[in-house]
């Protein structure tokens, strides 16, 4: 299956020297992405939250986002940074 981007085609297996890797490293500057190929109908969840130690550790102030298809490239789930109410200087 050949993936397209913005009218560019890439080949089905993708390898460092495509044009895909530079396509999705720009994106993750502003987005939480998820590259899944083949078909699914279940959207994929963004689990957010901070470490919490201790035995067994635990993750505290969970939120749960749905990634949204892109219109960008088929197979990318994404959501934007800015919509997951992260706060600056905080480590997730």
Not at 12 to 22: F, G, H, V
Request: aromatic share 8%; hydrophobic share 35%; glycine share 6%.
């Amino acid at each position: 299956m050949a993936l397209k981007a913005k009218g560019l085609d890439f080949p089905a297996t993708i390898s460092p020297t495509t044009t895909l890797y530079p396509f999705l490293l720009s994106r993750k500057r502003t987005h939480f992405v998820l590259l899944q190929p083949r078909h699914t109908e279940t959207s994929p969840q963004l689990v957010i939250g901070r470490f919490q130690a201790g035995n067994p550790p635990t993750l505290a102030d969970d939120h749960v986002f749905d990634l949204q298809k892109s219109s960008s490239l088929e197979g990318l789930w994404e959501i934007k940074a800015s919509d997951c109410g992260l706060e600056d200087g905080q480590t997730y």
